[in-house]
């Protein structure tokens, strides 16, 4: 499978601090992108990193992307209470012309005000 | 919001039964996808398509068939339900250029009893 796995599965933090989450996949791809997901709802595309960049910032959140151990990391800085919520990897490997995604399990975040 | 539509929201029905799932875009985007969302799976692609009458198999499209006859419309349908196939089904759509992120619907909670 090309799945993407995350890492921790679940992370509870106090507001304010910091949250990092990790992703590691399984082939080459075109590029990764970072998912959130709230409760009861469809996903919500956050960023998206090509394989040939290394860093990218929207906002609060940073995402880092190394190709050579096939990971990626999700910071988001200053967290709130609204941040809590799941957050996935997926890939796209470029393996048909719809540019398929494979999902990671997910990273269950709980912000505590 | 990116404008898709999935109906209906929630549903619950019987082993053998036949069961359509649809999605509406008002985007004109090329690309359809159809995913299930299972506890500890993330997200699997089922079918997708990539144009009007263009369907192609995704990972876990075994019982389940698909049809694209209008650019806004993909419809999933399960012509037998089985308990295995209880789970939330999100539709997503994409755009033509490359390296562009997929847009969600709020998924159908589909419950075979």
């Known amino acids: 499978s090309q799945q993407g796995e995350e890492d921790p599965q679940a992370l509870s933090i106090q507001e304010g601090e910091n949250a990092t989450m990790n992703c590691s996949y399984k082939?080459?791809?075109?590029?990764l992108q970072w998912y959130r997901q709230n409760s009861g709802r469809g996903l919500v595309h956050l960023i998206l990193i090509r394989s040939n960049e290394r860093e990218k910032h929207s906002g609060r959140l940073r995402v880092t992307l190394d190709t050579s151990k096939k990971s990626s990391s999700l910071l988001i800085t200053a967290s709130r209470a609204a941040d809590t919520a799941s957050y996935f990897c997926a890939t796209d490997a470029g393996q048909t012309g719809a540019n398929n995604l494979f999902f990671g399990t997910g990273t269950r975040l709980t912000v505590i005000p | 919001d990116a404008g898709i539509t999935q109906s209906p929201r929630h549903k619950v029905t019987e082993t053998g039964t036949p069961v359509t799932l649809r999605c509406h875009q008002t985007?004109?985007?090329?690309?359809m996808y159809w995913y299930r969302q299972d506890p500890g799976h993330g997200l699997r692609l089922i079918h997708y398509?990539?144009?009007?009458?263009?369907?192609d198999k995704g990972e876990v499209s075994d019982g389940y068939s698909v049809s694209r006859s209008k650019t806004e419309d993909f419809l999933l349908t399960l012509e037998s339900a089985t308990s295995s196939q209880t789970s939330v089904y999100f539709c997503a759509i994409r755009g033509d250029r490359p390296n562009q992120p997929q847009h969600f619907g709020d998924g159908t909670r589909l419950s075979i009893l």
């Open positions: 082939t080459s791809i075109n590029n």
């Open positions: 398509s990539y144009g009007v009458k263009d369907t």
């Open positions: 985007e004109n985007h090329r690309y």
